[in-house]
Each structure stands twice: as structure tokens, then as C-alpha cells.
């Protein structure tokens, strides 16, 4: 969203539209201009010594990922409304060298 | 005597005939509103369900049919614009909200109720008066009810973007008069109220909304406010950068919403309003010797509406 500027001076952002002047930034969906969000998300997984070693004991090969869109209103997700939802299911190979 | 006293009797009687109704009268006069029934009156627009049925209704399901009140948040924003902003400013003469006049209000109401003009500072205190009520935790229901009724009589309906803001251009159109009612056609209007229909030349462009819908700082105001920015990122950035479609173009028309011009609270224009795209990939990331499974979620969104979004 337009950040609002507090009384259009300073660095701290307004409170109600009675304090609110300029735009400090904008960190919100410009129009027209794709936006790219990325995430890393591990697995779980418990990273053991054997032989001297790392050794990675994969917890789980399966994971499934929900992606949401919300438009929070006010803030919070209380009242947010959710505009697009993906589910990804995401698997790792086995064995490997 | 006898013929005087029934001259004068048929003259009172043809007076009410004569004189126009409801805000013609106020504004031939040159009478403002002292209380929110007569603001009410003054705009009545309930005479348009007659024969706009259902555009009628469909306004009734917006947002702008209950624009001092809202969701009970913008009640709660007037509140705090009056205790935290002009109680709390050394110089807006505010010490108390009985102190509120309509300029200070006008943060407010420039958008939100913008006929207050046509009204007296009373009424400008009765609706803090109300908001206060409707905000007070120790009020009790049947005063919250009534505090929203009042609240809700005055709002953004068909006068005001059919008459009050259907110019904006006033030295090259015309000031709207308060027997006019603007649309699509020239023509007369089987309203006894408003019976000249004229065409508005701005009633399907953009700028029509962006009369209230932002372009930041309200400067013509002796502290400026700012709510929304929308027809700013309109402006600069989606029609400066090629874009071409108007507000009524979404909101009325591609959305099938017509007057009940919704945004972020209807699913289907929250869906239409971006494209959304998912990639994963799992994969195992080696950080020197240790190996560390993981998925990547790579997300493209695209706003395909005519501003940034959020605003607020």
C-alpha cells in the first residue's frame, strides 16, 4: 500500500487520513508491472555426523505448499479476503548419488 | 374585503405550486441545510426508485450508500480524526467536538459528504454527535441504532454524482442546477423535482470518481488530508504508461456490478484485479558439505486493474 507520509514531513508514516500526506513509499501491486516474490522453504530433515561426515536424513520426501492471496483491509487476517489460492504438492527423488 | 381576503387565499394556494421542491427550493433560496433531516431532504434521491428500480438497488448494496457510516470503520475514523486530530491540534480551534465546524470536518466530508456544503456547522456537530454515540462503548444498542440511522440518511446517492459533481468543468458547462439531473441524454425528466434531463460530459469518464477517489494532499484545505491515492496511480501510473480504460469500465461495466461498484470486497473483482502464478521446485541445495532439501515457490502477480492496489 501507499505508505502514507506523516503530515507530508519526516520519515514516520501517518496514522487516520487526518495525519496522512504524501507517500513515503509504495510497497503495494503497481499496474500493468509483474511483481516476483520468491521463498525458500525446507524440509524437514535432522542433519546427523557419521564417519566424520554430514549426513542429511531426509524427514519427509512429500510436501505440500499452500499459496494464498489476501487483501487485508484493515490489517489483519482477521478480515482479510482471500483473492487466489494455489496448492502445490512437491516431491523429492530419492536415492541420488 | 370579502374579494381581497379570497385573492389572497387563492395566492398562498398557488405559492406552493409555483415555488420548486426539495433542494431547488433551498438553492433558489440560498438556504442551507441546519440539521441532517433537512441535508436528507435537501438530497433526496428516494424519487429515483420509482422509475430506476433496479439501479436503485443496486446502489443500496455499495458502499457509497452509507459513506459517513461504512463498514462502522469509517464512523470509527471520524471519531479519531476529531479526538486524535482536531482536539489534539494546538491551532484547529477544536477543544471539544462541539467545537466542530464543516471546514474541519471537511477531511472528512469532502469526499465522504461532500454536500455538506449546502449545510450549517450544525450539521456538521450532529454527525459527530451521532458518530460519538455509535461509537460509544457504553451507549446503548437502541442509541447505536438510532445514531446509525441518522448516520446512514446522508450519503454519496444519485444526486450527487447525477447533479451536485456531474460537472467539473463549471466555466465551460454550466453549474448543475438543482432541477437537473445528468446522464447519457439531453431531454426532459418525469421527476417533478428535477424535470430537466442534461447530458454529462463526464459521466463515463474517469475523472467523474476522481473527484473524491485521490490524488493526494487536499490542499484547498487549511490542513490538508489525504485517504485515497487512486485516481493519482490512475493518472500516473497505468494511463501514463498506456493504459485506457476508465473506472465505470471495471467497477460498472466488465464486472456486471453496475451502481453497486464494489472493489476489494467482491471476490471476482479481487480475482480479475491480479494474475497470479505459482512455480515450485524441489530440490537439495548443497551449503559445502551439508545437503539441505528444500522447495522453491516462485510467485508472478500481475495488477491488471487502472491503479496500484492496495490503496489506502
Aim: glycine share 8%.
Amino acid at each position: 500500500m501507499p505508505i502514507p507520509q506523516q503530515l507530508g514531513r519526516g520519515d514516520k508514516m501517518g496514522r487516520g487520513p487526518y495525519e496522512k500526506s504524501g507517500i513515503i513509499r509504495d510497497n503495494g501491486l503497481p499496474p500493468n508491472r509483474p511483481v516476483l516474490e520468491q521463498f525458500e522453504i525446507p524440509f524437514p530433515a535432522e542433519f546427523v555426523k557419521k564417519d566424520g561426515k554430514d549426513v542429511t536424513n531426509i524427514l519427509d520426501y512429500d510436501m505440500t505448499v499452500d499459496i494464498e492471496l489476501i487483501y487485508e483491509p484493515f490489517g489483519d487476517k482477521d478480515t482479510g479476503i482471500t483473492w487466489h489460492k494455489v496448492t502445490k504438492k512437491i516431491t523429492l527423488e530419492k536415492g541420488g548419488v | 374585503m370579502r374579494t381581497i381576503r379570497t385573492t389572497a387565499v387563492l395566492a398562498f394556494l398557488a405559492l406552493p405550486l409555483l415555488l420548486p421542491t426539495g433542494a431547488l427550493a433551498a438553492a433558489a433560496e440560498g438556504k442551507k441545510a441546519k440539521s441532517i433531516d433537512e441535508l436528507a431532504k435537501m438530497y433526496d434521491s428516494t424519487g429515483c426508485k420509482q422509475c430506476h428500480e433496479e439501479i436503485y438497488k443496486e446502489w443500496e448494496k455499495s458502499l457509497h450508500a452509507r459513506s459517513i457510516y461504512g463498514t462502522g470503520r469509517t464512523a470509527a475514523t471520524i471519531k479519531t480524526t476529531v479526538t486524535v486530530g482536531l482536539m489534539g491540534w494546538k491551532h484547529s480551534g477544536v477543544k471539544k467536538p462541539e467545537d466542530v465546524e464543516n471546514r474541519h470536518l471537511a477531511i472528512c466530508t469532502k469526499c465522504h459528504l461532500p454536500q455538506l456544503a449546502d449545510a450549517t456547522d450544525d450539521v456538521a456537530k450532529e454527525i459527530v454527535k451521532n458518530v460519538n454515540i455509535f461509537m460509544d462503548p457504553k451507549s446503548s444498542d437502541d442509541a447505536k441504532n438510532k445514531a446509525e440511522q441518522q448516520l446512514t440518511k446522508i450519503s454519496i446517492n444519485c444526486l450527487v454524482c447525477h447533479q451536485r459533481n456531474a460537472i467539473t468543468h463549471k466555466w465551460v458547462d454550466g453549474f448543475p442546477q438543482k432541477n437537473e439531473v445528468f446522464g447519457s441524454k439531453e431531454g426532459s425528466h418525469p421527476d417533478p423535482a428535477h424535470p430537466v434531463m442534461k447530458k454529462s460530459p463526464i459521466m463515463s469518464e474517469s475523472i467523474l470518481c476522481g473527484q473524491c477517489h485521490g490524488l493526494g494532499p487536499n490542499f484547498e484545505l487549511e490542513n490538508p488530508s489525504q485517504c485515497g491515492t487512486l485516481y493519482g496511480s490512475y493518472l500516473w501510473a497505468y494511463r501514463a504508461e498506456g493504459g485506457q480504460e476508465s473506472c465505470q469500465e471495471c467497477h460498472m461495466r466488465k464486472s456486471k456490478l453496475g451502481h453497486n461498484m464494489q472493489s476489494y470486497n467482491d471476490l471476482n473483482m479481487g480475482k480479475a484485479a491480479v494474475d497470479f502464478r505459482v512455480e515450485t521446485l524441489g530440490y537439495i541445495w548443497r551449503d559445502k558439505a551439508k545437503m539441505i532439501p528444500q522447495t522453491l515457490v516462485k510467485i508472478e502477480m500481475i495488477n491488471r486493474a487502472g491503479h496500484a492496489i492496495p490503496d489506502g
